[in-house]
């Protein structure tokens, strides 16, 4: 298989397999506030679908649907002067009449509307003359703000088309990455970010499939070189986009192992080192070699225990997690995992290692899990690699020892409304 086959498949196996459910569910919102407002049933007029899903940038396992309800314009004396939590209730109410049994909630600027592994964010709006749209604030006493998607919309098909459909295509490939590695940034700072690097560059102009290695790298390369900000103007609109968390560290990190794919060319191992970067989306390798595959039956005494988040739960990170590591013996706490392992210091066996989450950004309620996963020949030979998958206990932390020597890694993931929305893991060196 080709590099441009290889990334032609990766792509194909991120694409959005639930369209028809996302459909209908906005075809159900749309209706029931056009038989609130219009005494209409149309399940289509009147709605614009924005965000990832709107700009045909989302990726298998999108949890976060956005779409503007385009109020009539004789309801605005109903609503501009203060009415801006009116409206808001107005629309939910609406909403929690046709579906009783749906949880529905007003989060300003939005309604949410939840659904098994996914929600819907309704914001009613009122259209401008400029095709802009007024949408309710109830912050600080209340406000009416702009909102311009259709500007966002018109740069991310425009900058697709000029640059060779690459565009889109390196967003769903960037959003792979950031679930991988749990860094959160939002859609619409990826797709910002993808289009500003494209814009900055000619090389691509006219390249497809077969360079997606070098695309990569040099994204990568882009992002990590970028310099800290709160936030970004917008594609299009032009718009303030909030930066959740530093990506520069991340991106250089995938940078670095691009290299080492890209090195890796027509190798055995080719495969694996993109997975590392994209996840377990990006095809495995067609075969092992004869010898590889002797070699593999003549070591392996082990049970393969380990599990992967992604056959669990759909993945979409959109918030942030920091999980922290004390190391302590006999009571005693020595340090910091962190401080150890910046000076270099491997841990020894007969250590306390308490790991728990010092920050989540993810709105309650939610589900801690935890995977704990050994590595090395000790934890082979010993046939104890882990890497089950469990749920948090209820404190928010989970206690081990360090046994035995390897290379260890423990990952925690955020659950909420069936959905992974965080992420983050800890290296653990034992000799």
């Excluded at 890694?409 to 653990?428: F, L, P, S, T």
Aim: proline share 3%.
């Amino acid at each position: 298989m080709s590099i441009a086959d290889k990334f032609q498949t990766f792509l194909s196996n991120i694409k959005v397999t639930n369209d028809e459910q996302i459909s209908l569910r906005y075809g159900e919102i749309t209706s029931c506030l056009n038989k609130e407002y219009r005494n209409t049933d149309s399940k289509t007029a009147n709605n614009l679908q924005v965000g990832s899903y709107g700009r045909w940038t989302a990726i298998q396992g999108i949890s976060d649907l956005d779409m503007l309800y385009i109020m009539p314009a004789s309801k605005w004396d109903d609503y501009k002067l203060g009415g801006q939590s009116k409206l808001l209730e107005n629309t939910k109410n609406a909403l929690k009449q046709r579906y009783p049994r749906t949880d529905i909630y007003v989060d300003s600027p939005v309604v949410r509307v939840l659904y098994t592994n996914f929600h819907v964010e309704v914001q009613p709006v009122f259209e401008q003359e400029d095709r802009s749209f007024k949408y309710p604030d109830t912050s600080n006493g209340g406000s009416w703000k702009i909102t311009k998607p259709r500007e966002e919309i018109k740069a991310i098909s425009d900058v697709n088309a000029e640059k060779n459909r690459n565009l889109r295509r390196l967003c769903k490939m960037a959003r792979a990455w950031k679930n991988k590695h749990g860094v959160a940034m939002g859609g619409l700072l990826i797709d910002t970010l993808a289009h500003n690097f494209l814009r900055s560059t000619d090389y691509y102009d006219e390249k497809s499939y077969l360079y997606y290695d070098y695309l990569s790298r040099d994204f990568f390369k882009f992002l990590s070189e970028e310099p800290d900000k709160d936030y970004y103007a917008a594609l299009g609109s032009g718009q303030r986009v909030k930066v959740k968390k530093k990506f520069q560290k991340s991106a250089k990190k995938a940078y670095e192992l691009t290299l080492d794919a890209i090195k890796a060319n027509g190798e055995d191992s080719e495969n694996e080192k993109w997975r590392k970067i994209f996840g377990r989306q990006f095809p495995a390798p067609e075969k092992i070699t004869k010898a590889a595959l002797e070699s593999l039956d003549n070591n392996r005494r082990f049970d393969d225990t380990e599990q992967f988040i992604e056959y669990k739960h759909p993945i979409d990170i959109r918030s942030v997690l920091k999980i922290e590591c004390e190391v302590s013996q006999n009571g005693f706490r020595e340090s910091l995992l962190t401080e150890l392992i910046s000076r270099g210091i491997r841990l020894s066996v007969s250590k306390k290692l308490r790991f728990h989450i010092t920050q989540c950004s993810a709105q309650r309620p939610y589900q801690v899990y935890w995977k704990v996963l050994n590595r090395g020949q000790e934890a082979e030979r010993k046939n104890c690699i882990r890497g089950q998958i469990v749920l948090d206990a209820g404190h928010y932390e989970i206690v081990e020892n360090t046994n035995f020597n390897g290379d260890h890694i423990v990952e925690c993931y955020i659950v909420n409304n069936g959905v992974v929305v965080a992420k983050d893991r800890i290296h653990v060196p034992i000799q």
